[in-house]
């Protein structure tokens, strides 16, 4: 049977699998993931902004933002005022996050940094270190996870605050083998985008694929198809621990103010 809809494939190296190049290719498409993205930017924003001005001990100015993609954290909290450095892996979402705050009249110092040798560009101190948007769970590993929380703690000052919001995996149902999960649709001129990922379980890791479908409203359409986006399943007692492990005191965990559960820590 011949399929009267054409889709046509973009290229990307077969094989790739590190989490730096799947978020170099997801770089430019980043921003479509959320339904309104300056919207959320904001909004996440003022929520961790609330949430520094209960938890800090003396007012915070300067912020290190260690795995800022393109910037949907750190942008917002620069507009509210603070001083931001931020980092992530990716150079794709660094040159990204550097082009959404082109002519914006604020100033961020964005970098290529690993989280596990953060202090390495940015030794601070700061007042506040985040990582947010579950990004510590592409460290496979508890001692990857521990690294990078020790230079989260010699990165932040004595007394500052260090915030990290994650998936609770505890909660979340999983099983091994492959489980779709969609994202959003978003109109374009002529037709429409569709993004969903396949997260294929192994244990306690999974491995996600992207999928964005650029429908061009005729016979055609354009399929992105983005591989190696890897996690594990690190549930939020064990980042508790390893917070202590690696020297951060009053570990608590606050699960209905940010739209992750938010894990507040200091040094």
Same mark, same amino acid.
């Given at each position: 049977? *011949?399929?009267?809809?054409?889709?046509?494939?973009?290229?990307?190296?077969?094989? %790739?699998?590190?989490?730096?190049?799947?978020? #170099?290719?997801?770089?430019?498409?980043?921003?479509?993931?959320?339904?309104?993205?300056?919207?959320?930017?904001?909004?996440?924003?003022?929520?961790? #902004?609330?949430?520094?001005?209960?938890?800090?001990?003396?007012?915070?100015?300067?912020?290190?933002?260690?795995?800022?993609?393109?910037?949907?954290?750190?942008?917002?909290?620069?507009?509210?005022?603070?001083?931001?450095?931020?980092?992530?892996?990716?150079?794709? %979402?660094?040159?990204?996050?550097?082009?959404?705050?082109?002519?914006?009249?604020?100033?961020?110092?964005?970098?290529?940094?690993?989280?596990?040798?953060?202090? %390495?560009?940015?030794?601070?101190?700061?007042?506040?270190?985040?990582?947010?948007? *579950?990004?510590?769970?592409?460290?496979?590993?508890?001692?990857?996870?521990?690294?990078?929380?020790?230079?989260?703690?010699?990165?932040?000052?004595?007394?500052?605050?260090?915030?990290?919001?994650?998936?609770?995996?505890?909660?979340?149902?999983?099983?091994?083998?492959?489980?779709?999960?969609?994202?959003?649709?978003?109109?374009?001129?002529?037709?429409?985008?569709?993004?969903?990922?396949?997260?294929?379980?192994?244990?306690?890791?999974?491995?996600?694929?992207?999928?964005?479908?650029? #429908?061009?409203?005729?016979?055609?359409?354009?399929?992105?198809?983005?591989?190696?986006?890897?996690?594990?399943?690190? %549930?939020?007692?064990?980042?508790?621990?390893?917070?202590?492990?690696?020297?951060?005191?009053?570990?608590?965990?606050?699960?209905?103010?940010?739209?992750?559960?938010?894990?507040?820590?200091?040094?």
């Amino acid at each position: 049977m *011949n399929c009267p809809y054409e889709i046509r494939l973009s290229n990307y190296k077969k094989g %790739e699998t590190m989490t730096n190049q799947f978020y #170099d290719q997801l770089a430019p498409y980043y921003k479509y993931i959320y339904q309104d993205w300056d919207a959320s930017v904001t909004r996440q924003a003022k929520i961790l #902004d609330e949430v520094i001005r209960e938890y800090s001990l003396t007012p915070a100015k300067t912020l290190l933002d260690a795995s800022c993609g393109i910037g949907t954290q750190s942008i917002g909290l620069a507009r509210l005022g603070y001083q931001v450095s931020a980092s992530d892996l990716s150079s794709g %979402e660094i040159e990204n996050a550097k082009m959404e705050v082109t002519n914006s009249g604020l100033t961020i110092d964005f970098r290529v940094a690993d989280m596990r040798k953060v202090h %390495e560009v940015f030794p601070g101190p700061f007042d506040v270190v985040i990582s947010c948007d *579950n990004s510590i769970p592409h460290l496979l590993s508890d001692a990857d996870i521990l690294q990078a929380f020790k230079q989260f703690y010699q990165c932040t000052k004595e007394g500052g605050l260090c915030l990290v919001s994650v998936r609770d995996y505890a909660r979340m149902e999983r099983q091994d083998g492959k489980n779709m999960f969609p994202r959003t649709v978003h109109p374009i001129e002529g037709g429409q985008w569709v993004m969903f990922d396949i997260w294929n379980f192994d244990r306690d890791q999974y491995e996600i694929t992207t999928y964005i479908i650029e #429908d061009k409203g005729g016979s055609q359409a354009d399929a992105h198809i983005l591989h190696g986006g890897r996690y594990y399943c690190a %549930e939020i007692s064990t980042l508790e621990k390893l917070l202590l492990e690696a020297g951060f005191r009053e570990v608590n965990t606050l699960h209905d103010r940010f739209f992750q559960p938010l894990i507040v820590s200091y040094k």
